[in-house]
């Protein structure tokens, strides 16, 4: 399985975000799928999942409430949104595939990851 996360850039500080994680094969469709970043000089950080059919989802308890989590099983496609970004959501994002239909909280959980988008945000 092959993911392909794009949406990222430079946003102003208050815009809105919207990231997509495309992946190459049917196989992410019935396994969960979540969302993380990493800042520079800091540790990956989990922001939300979801399960295999978007039934059940999870977010980061400093993060819950800004972000939405969805997907597209039939296009095979993550997403994440934001409406009120903040400088210090500046961060590499990536998307992974969970290794069962449900998900965690824990990166090693998650046996694909695409290869990064990079969003910038500006005060």
């Known amino acids: 399985v092959q993911l392909q996360a794009s949406g990222g850039g430079l946003v102003q500080a208050g815009g809105s975000l919207r990231l997509s994680c495309a992946a190459s094969r049917r196989t992410s469709s019935n396994n969960g799928m979540g969302w993380f970043r990493q800042a520079p000089g800091k540790e990956r950080e989990f922001i939300a999942a979801?399960?295999?059919?978007?039934?059940?989802?999870a977010y980061a308890d400093s993060l819950k409430g800004r972000f939405t989590i969805s997907r597209d099983r039939a296009k095979n496609t993550l997403y994440l949104e934001t409406n009120s970004t903040k400088p210090e959501d500046t961060a590499v994002y990536y998307c992974a595939v969970h290794r069962g239909s449900y998900y965690s909280r824990d990166a090693p959980s998650y046996m694909y990851w695409g290869q990064g988008t990079l969003v910038t945000v500006s005060s």
């Open positions: 979801i399960s295999w059919n978007g039934g059940s989802t």
